[in-house]
């Protein structure tokens, strides 16, 4: 395949990062891959496991002669890096990123790009609960869709780039504006990893009434929402403090069908419990038909050894 960038650079090395330079060196998507993180203990080990042609220790110099630069940090990070490499950038850059949220994102980025450089917000929607450098795998976009949210005035050949990297990562890659995507993924994201958390948090209060037997004894649906509540809780917290509107909205809605399904319960109506369970069943099949997961307890997500 025919190289999309000359030099990729990656700043923040976890998990999307990772994954991205191994789907790169698979599908050969760029001459050459920089990277940088803000510890100095991930450059280490992103450096003992070959991640990245050059790892840097400062994102200046990572960005430095990059036609593509990837901020792959939590999203209340993405402010303090780009009046970090703002100065840095080679003239005609492109820089995108990888956060859930994108109107916070683009508050936070476009205005400090300097003239002639471009902002193509993207959004891979794949991940798992693991977290770092070791973590990624080429295979993780595969057949996963990216999310991207061009800006008014970007070039269409600007945009057309980053899409073909996405592609070449194996992703399926739609469009979509900014609100628009907030609202969806707090949807299909945000407010069930709220959940998850909560539900988890329950079960560690009784766990202490029940000597351990929470643990001890758990079911798959606990199981789940224990892997949902083991991802990064930086980029969570971020999450929720800059997606706030459009995460209470859905939260709000959620209150809602709970006092419903409450009532159901305490009324010992079975009716509406059993059409109601079978109505949200079928958003099961529609994700399993469409190619999104397995019918399996894995989620799918067969470790996959580079």
């Known amino acids: 395949m025919t190289p999309v960038y000359e030099r990729v650079a990656l700043i923040g090395l976890g998990l999307i990062a990772s994954s991205m330079f ?3 060196r698979r599908s050969g998507l760029a001459r050459e891959v920089t990277g940088y ?9 992103a450096r003992r496991i070959g991640l990245c042609d050059h790892v840097f220790d400062t994102a200046a110099e990572a960005v430095a002669g990059a036609d ?16 970090d490499i703002a ?3 080679a003239p005609g850059a492109t820089v995108t990123d990888v956060g859930s949220v994108k109107r916070h994102v683009i508050s936070a980025v476009q205005p400090h790009l300097p003239d002639g450089c471009h902002f193509v917000p993207a959004h891979p929607l794949a991940g798992t609960e693991h977290s770092g450098p070791e973590s990624g795998f080429a295979e993780l976009f ?41 609202l969806v993924l707090a949807v299909t994201s945000h407010a069930p990893h709220l959940i ?26 606990f199981r789940d ?10 980029m969570w917290r971020d999450v929720f403090l800059t ?24 009324t010992g109506d079975g009716q509406h419990l059993h059409d109601y369970f079978t109505r949200t069943r079928a958003i099961r099949r529609g994700i399993i038909e469409a190619g999104q997961d397995i019918d399996a307890p894995d989620f799918g997500r067969t470790t996959v050894t580079k």
């Not at 999310?147 to 990297?165: C, G, K, M, S």
């Not at 948090?201 to 202490?208: I, K, N, S, T």
């Not at 706030?244 to 009532?263: P, V």
């Open 22 to 24: 191994w789907g790169i």
């Open 37 to 45: 993180a803000r510890s100095a203990e991930t450059r280490e080990t």
């Open 68 to 83: 593509l630069i990837v901020l792959a940090v939590p999203v209340g990070a993405m402010e303090p890096v780009i009046r």
């Open 87 to 89: 100065d840095h950038l």
């Open 142 to 182: 595969d057949n996963r869709w990216c999310l991207l949210i061009p800006l008014e005035n970007t070039p269409d050949q600007v945009v057309a780039r980053v899409r073909a990297l996405w592609e070449g990562l194996g992703s399926n890659v739609d469009e979509m504006d900014a609100d628009h995507h907030d």
């Open 196 to 221: 998850a958390y909560t539900m988890v948090g329950v079960a560690d209060d009784l766990r202490r009434v029940t000597d351990s037997e929470v643990i001890k004894y758990s079911a798959a649906g």
């Open 225 to 234: 929402f224990t892997r949902i509540a083991a991802s990064d809780p930086t």
């Open 243 to 266: 997606n706030k509107d459009a995460t209470l909205e859905i939260l709000g809605r959620f209150t809602e069908e709970l006092f419903a399904l409450q009532r159901a319960i305490r």
